[in-house]
């Protein structure tokens, strides 16, 4: 069980190790992996790392990735509660808050889709473990607004698709819509008092809203590509289906058990799912149905008893943007893994993460870049095309 008994064991504790030393990003040192067998499953040879630790400041871990719309920057929500903002040659382009040793962590951060109709753009939303949500301009680095959320810790963020909306999700169990533009709460998803009401009734680590498309036809109030449909999933073992409308679940499927941002849905209604326990961890739920589709095989044609040895334990799991990979990483191996999907979910790529975890994984928008990070201050960079 993983269990916390207070903020700072929740993310301080479980998550400290020791750093992984990838070398600069941009100085032409490639990251190795330390045996043959890792080398062998390295599709793509172009990588390099970025070092999130600034100058005077302490070692800490990367606990969420994000690119921006025009996957020119990378995005970093850190163990000391910094959001550092990287251009493409590993360059900090961009430090939003300072952080420090004591702070509580930024657990989730992501940019408000370009599409919105408010006329701010550059905007980066990031959560908290002291349960605030707090909107930055990026390129000029100033907070426009927080919110904060009372006697909760903020694990999870997810912009609708057409950036009217946000959803937020964490420790007392409650999803959150906002108005993107005023900020302002205008749903709040729970279990009710009723045998029959069902939702969360633990911690939930992943939000994520379902595009049109998927759902069957535009249903946003402008008319454009937003949704009323997210899902999502925590400790509790069950991903949820939740129709904004409503106010209530949709359906459900039990047996996730998410501790990440584990949570996608691919163009044709495929949800990939990564939970955090030993075996069977990867999985491919229809979207329609409910129903599980696939149980992806962490180490194709390994014996069972190897299989075994290898714990899967997923913090982290995502399609690429045209659905031809999918990435799942976490603490079991200590290591990512790229699918192919056209392939047959044959593993592509691996990077290992040494003595840390791996907790977070970004594919750049435009899918020629993949970012990998975890329990150090390192963010590998994979260049896919």
């Known amino acids: 069980s993983r269990e916390m008994t207070s903020t700072a064991t929740s993310f301080k504790t479980l ?15 490639e990251v190795k992996d330390d045996t043959e067998e890792l080398q062998a499953q390295q599709k793509f040879k172009r990588r390099s790392s970025i070092n999130v630790q600034l100058k005077n400041t302490a070692e800490t871990e990367v ?17 000391d509660g910094s959001v550092r903002i990287f251009n493409s040659v590993g360059g900090l382009a961009y430090a939003l808050n300072t952080g420090n040793i004591t702070a509580l962590p930024t657990t989730c951060v992501q940019y408000r889709p370009p599409t919105a109709s408010s006329t701010a753009r ?12 707090s909107h930055y301009h990026t390129t000029s680095q100033k907070l426009i607004d927080t919110i904060t959320e009372k006697d909760n810790q903020v694990y999870t963020i997810d912009y609708r698709r057409d950036g009217e909306s946000f959803a937020t999700a964490g420790r007392d169990t409650k999803i959150r819509v906002y108005d993107a533009a005023e900020r302002t709460l205008i749903r709040t998803l729970s279990s009710g008092r009723s ?8 911690r939930v680590y992943c939000v994520k809203w379902v595009d049109a498309a998927i759902v069957g036809g535009s249903s946003s109030a402008s008319g454009t590509s937003g949704s009323n449909v997210l899902m999502s999933a ?25 501790c990440g941002r584990s949570i996608d849905i691919n163009s044709k209604g495929v949800v990939l799912a990564g939970s955090w326990r030993p ?6 739920i229809d979207f329609g149905t409910r129903k599980l589709i696939k149980t992806i095989d962490w180490t194709p044609g390994a014996s069972a008893q190897k299989a075994k040895q290898e714990p899967q334990m997923i913090y982290t799991a995502q399609f690429s943007p045209d659905g031809s990979f999918i990435v799942a990483g976490g603490s079991g191996t200590n290591e990512a893994k790229v699918f192919s999907v056209a392939d047959d979910f044959k593993v592509v790529d691996r990077v290992y993460m ?6 977070t994984a970004s594919f ?19 260049e896919i095309k």
């Open 279 to 284: 075996q069977d961890a990867l999985q491919l």
């Open 15 to 29: 998550h400290r190790a020791q750093s992984l030393n990838l070398g600069p990003y941009g100085d032409g040192e």
């Open 195 to 202: 045998k029959s009401s069902i939702g969360h009734s633990n």
């Open 364 to 382: 750049s928008p435009n899918g020629r870049r993949l970012a990998i990070a975890g329990g150090s201050s390192n963010v590998a960079v994979l």
């Open 63 to 79: 606990f969420d990735l994000t690119y921006s719309y025009d996957s020119r920057y990378v995005v970093a929500g850190c163990g």
């Open 122 to 133: 550059d905007v980066l939303v990031a959560g908290n473990a002291d349960g605030s949500v």
């Open 234 to 258: 925590g400790w509790d073992n069950s991903l949820i289906f939740w129709d904004v409308r409503q106010q209530r679940p949709i359906g459900s499927y039990y047996g996730v058990h998410c």
């Open 354 to 359: 040494g003595t840390n975890g791996c907790y």
